[in-house]
């Protein structure tokens, strides 16, 4: 076993040999999650408290099962409409819920830092579910796990990022992580969409569909993020879609074998065209929600394993 | 009568350049004599000060102060501020108008005045604010407030956005003989922007704004400078893109000065490293490159003035995420020890410090302190730019502690500080 750390804040500071542990296990809970006897116990006992300071459908259920499966107690808080509308700090929010000894919290917030913040503050296990346009790691690991389920490995891999580069929390984890594991990373987009010092993260980066495309073994959409657009960042989405939504004329100057991946929720007709995330045969968008719930149980598994390995030494 | 006499001093002369030992006499608040032979005789009632070959420098003046009053005594008072300027070598605040309310009257100006009076034991010259609230709408009564005490007029880190605004009481305190301070930068670039753009910042998902906003804005001042011939400092020049602009305007013969700040000089972007809130300042932290251009810039004396932007915050206001969490930080007591660390790396002299901190923001606003020269007031600051220390910022006077600083190693100890012959600072 060599996952060490004490909570999963970002792809950032994890070790190649971590993500392969969490991918490993995950690959485990998998199986688990296919079968009629859908529980685990490696949480049982432990309290996980779900915060959303953000509105989130997929990713707290997904969290939400995940703990359920592995034997946790399981509490969901919509942070979006509770104290923080009265004013009260990050800082006080965790140390209210903190008090109540929860073992793991997951966290998104709509600042970057946000949840490494919180984290400083709290005695448990903090998982980041998405701070601000930072970092989306369980995202990272679960489009990792399909790509490696998919094309047997995660190195020497050419993966196309196309979108919205600058808003998506999503974009920076999985370059951090596909450049990890050495595979190699293109970023295609608008230039107003992709940071202009994106170059120096060790990518690619081009304007242009067809180039971006080209024989590469993965095409990762992202979504358009409308709501953290204060406007002016693109015309319109019809010419959007003309230039960078993805389509079978699009998609053809990729590999023959090449997937396509969506982190959800997808804008059919902006960014990607709906009979392409409906194409069994390219599509693996499905599976990406399915891998979601078993990275989820996968690292909470681990990180409560480091957890009860310190309350033990420190008993 | 009272008579001091400094002996063997490492006398640091910014006006004439000059870094050798020597012996001061202060007699009646002011520098009468200096000299490298024998210290004078010693004379029946005066006080000798053995200052055991340790650098004696004129004060600081640190143009860009804020103390919280009024309004948020909770962050800094004049006393504390005060306290904070004396151990640091600051010997004049030149306080800012960014307060609650602003100073923008020569009744709250007056206010803030009778306060400094009553509890900073340092020279305070207050700047007032350019337009009323800070709004940046209408000129505030720039001749009653100088005839109050304001020695500049500025409306701080908020940028006068409405040109035609700017330009008119650019105009009015031109015919006033008034000197403005204003921030640079372009306004609907860097609105929201919590720091440099960087892939650094760009991987951290932070909002970002572009060096080249701080130029634009610097470029339209300089231009109003042009047509209404006002006299003008740019608070702080940070990035290297800059300078050219800054040159031109110089050489045209424009009556325009710049300054930046000890951060600036001391730290860059990398720094923020996992969204540490205290070292989140405006502008943001630049990168290497700008650091170092700006460094050569303050050696080459295009940039005129070093200043703390001492900015006090509670805990409070930091301890938020980062693009929540409030900028600025102090700085009256680490800008002397931050200024050392250029001198030991070579960068800058001693000399060329003090003219910096001490000689040429003096000048601008029309001080007779900032020099060593016979006739100036003795404000003055001995301290060993070689002791080593490690910061605590709770061992801080201000009442704010978000320093930048905290736990690093610094060199630089200000040993006594005196404010017209009389020592506020040290045994």
Known sequence: ?315 | MARTVFNDARLIDPVAGTDSRGWLLVENGRIVATGQDAAPEPQGGETRIDCGGRALAPGIVDLGVKVCEPGERHKESFRSAGRAAAAGGVTTMVTRPDTLPTIDSPETLEFALRRAAEAAPVRIAPMAALTKGREGREMTEIAFLRDAGAVAFTDGDIVIANTRVLSRAMAYACELGALIVSHPQEPGLSAGASATSSAFAALRGLSMVSPMAERMGLDRDISLVEMTGVRYHADQITCARALPSLERAKGNGFDVTAGTSIHHLTLNLIDVGDYRTFFKIKPPLRSEEDRQAIVEAVASGLIDTISSFHTPQDEESKRLPFEEAASGAVGLETLLPAAMRLYHAGALSLPQLFRAMSTNPAKRLGLEVGRLSKGAPADLVLFDPDAPFVLDRFALRSKSRNTPFDGTRMEGRVLGTWVGGQRIFGE
């Open chain 1, 1 to 315: 076993m060599t996952f060490r750390a004490r909570h999963l804040l970002g792809i950032e500071h994890l070790a190649p040999d971590e993500i392969t542990a969490i991918l490993d296990l995950a690959d485990d809970y998998v199986s688990l999650n296919r079968s009629t006897q859908k529980h685990g116990d490696a949480l049982a006992g432990l309290t996980q408290i779900n915060m959303f300071f953000e509105n989130s459908t997929r990713t707290q259920a997904s969290f939400e099962l995940a703990g359920k499966r592995l034997g946790a107690d399981v509490m969901s808080m919509a942070m979006a409409a509770s104290s923080i509308k009265k004013g009260e700090t990050l800082i006080d929010t965790a140390l209210t819920l903190n008090a109540m000894h929860p073992d793991i919290l997951v966290v998104r917030h709509p600042n970057s830092g946000a949840v490494n913040l919180l984290a400083e503050k709290v005695a448990c296990a903090v998982l980041n579910a998405g701070d601000g346009r930072h970092e989306h790691p369980t995202q990272a690991l679960l489009d990792a796990l399909t790509i490696r389920r998919k094309k047997g490995r995660l190195h020497r891999l050419t993966v196309a990022i196309c979108g919205d580069v600058a808003h998506s929390r999503v974009a920076r984890s999985n370059i951090l992580l596909l450049g990890r594991m050495e595979s190699r990373v293109r970023l295609v987009g608008p230039p107003t969409l992709i940071p202009s010092q994106a170059r120096d993260w060790g990518v690619e980066v081009t304007h242009d569909m067809e180039t971006g495309l080209k024989d590469c073994d993965v095409v990762m959409m992202l979504r358009l993020q409308k709501e953290r657009m204060d406007g002016g960042f693109i015309p319109s989405e019809r010419e959007y879609y003309h230039r960078f939504g993805l389509d079978a004329e699009k998609l053809a100057h990729a590999r023959e074998d090449a997937i396509v991946m969506h982190p959800g929720p997808m804008n059919r007709g902006v960014e990607i065209d709906g009979t392409i995330a409906d194409d069994i045969n390219r599509s693996v968008i499905q599976e990406q929600v399915e891998m979601g719930v078993a990275v989820r149980m996968a690292a909470m598994d681990l990180l409560a394993r480091n957890l009860r390995a310190e309350r033990s030494a420190a008993a």
